[in-house]
């Protein structure tokens, strides 16, 4: 069973107006990365129906790692034309290419690599971030995942009137730390002012302390935002967000897109008293 609050719009902190808002609690994190991994296809399906190529922006932690691992296994992954999906990341670690630590590798294994070699997703459409492998810095491989991001950026009239060299994602999805952090973008953190499409990020509060990140209006640019989030842990953070707290306290709250964002949660991160 899961629970929807009203569809609302709000507003983001730099004044445009964002789209609708939607908030799902599921019963637990099980059903929760389920259900996310359901509307993620679902959301693919439907928008090749319309258009081609689809972006996705793919997210680390726990709770998007199990989204992914639900996607591969599920009935419906040989339903999408994955030869038109390209998948990207919000914020990558800055640690060599293999780390288990990496985003890209954990979602390599659940679900990357399979789509790659089973089901005709083109290698070349994986947009990893990169790191000390093939770069010298946090900088560098922000500049130079800014410039991957603009050459995907050019045809659609959108982009061509907007102000933001990143392709129109479609879904970006994010996790959410405990303090309310996105991607790499922690409260209080300078990262939380960064220009661009693209920063390097030092003295993470999270480890380890170097580390790529999209900005706010990169993430912003998205047509689809959702965050995922699990844990009685987050609840507190939820509900600053939801409440359109400060983003330089929680800088979720900050994590719009511009036609729809879903908070997808479990019973414990959006406050739920557990049942007796
Ligand atoms: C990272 C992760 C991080 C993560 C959140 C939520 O690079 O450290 O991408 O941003 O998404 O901290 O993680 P959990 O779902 O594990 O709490």
Known sequence: MSASTPASTSVSTSGQTAGVRLVVVHPDKEVLAQAAAARLLTRVLDVQSVRSPVHVVLTGGSVGIAT????????????????????????????????????????????????????????????????????????????????????????????????????????????????????????????????????????????????????????????????????SEKAEQVAAALADGPVTEVPAAGAVGRARTLWLLDAEAAGATPAK
């Open 68 to 231: 992914l691992a639900a996607v591969a296994a599920s009935p419906l992954v040989p339903a999408v034309d994955w030869s038109g999906v390209h998948l990207w990341w919000g914020d990558e670690r800055f640690l060599p290419d293999g780390d288990p630590d990496r985003n890209e590798t954990q979602a390599r294994q659940a679900l990357v690599d399979d789509l790659v070699a089973e089901h005709g997703l083109p290698a070349a459409n994986v947009h990893p971030m990169p790191g000390p492998t093939s770069v010298a810095t946090p900088e560098e491989g922000a500049a130079a995942y800014a410039e991957l991001l603009r050459e995907h950026a050019g045809g659609l009239p959108e982009q061509s009137e907007g102000t933001v060299p990143v392709p129109a994602f479609d879904v970006l999805l994010l996790g959410m730390g405990p303090d309310g952090h996105v991607a790499s973008l922690f409260p209080g953190h300078e990262v939380l002012a960064a220009q661009g499409t693209t920063t390097g990020v030092h003295a993470s509060p999270k480890p380890p302390p170097e580390r790529v990140s999209l900005t706010f209006d990169a993430i912003r640019s998205a047509r689809e935002v959702w965050i995922v989030a699990a844990g």
